[in-house]
């Protein structure tokens, strides 16, 4: 399923939950939180952070994504959650 992130569907991802979701506070700082995903931005812009607790995705400049997730299922699970905020808001 990782084959399937892009800059352009993780950024209308962002986008959804800071429109739909909740302002949250985290170690990231201040960001938003929506059907399990958390999202924040760096302090300059240049990076987005995406969260579910089991797994860590960074998309950074030149739209470049990092992910540290334990195993592929939980990777396949974050996935998931992604399409459905992209599908439902």
Do not use: C, R
């Not at 399923?1 to 800059?7: I, K, P, T």
């Not at 209308?12 to 949250?24: A, D, I, L, R, S």
């Not at 958390?38 to 470049?64: A, C, I, M, R, W």
Request: no cysteine; aromatic share 12%.
């Amino acid at each position: 399923m990782q084959n399937e992130l892009d800059a352009k569907f993780l950024l209308n991802v962002f986008g959804k939950v800071e429109k739909h979701g909740t302002p949250v506070n985290n170690e990231l700082g201040a960001g938003f939180e929506l059907d399990g995903i958390t999202v924040n931005s760096g302090f300059d812009g240049y990076e987005v952070y995406f969260s579910n607790g089991k797994v860590q995705l960074t998309l950074g400049f030149h739209h470049k994504w990092h992910s540290e997730a334990a195993n592929e299922a939980d990777m396949d699970a974050f996935v998931a959650q992604l399409k459905k905020i992209n599908l439902n808001y």
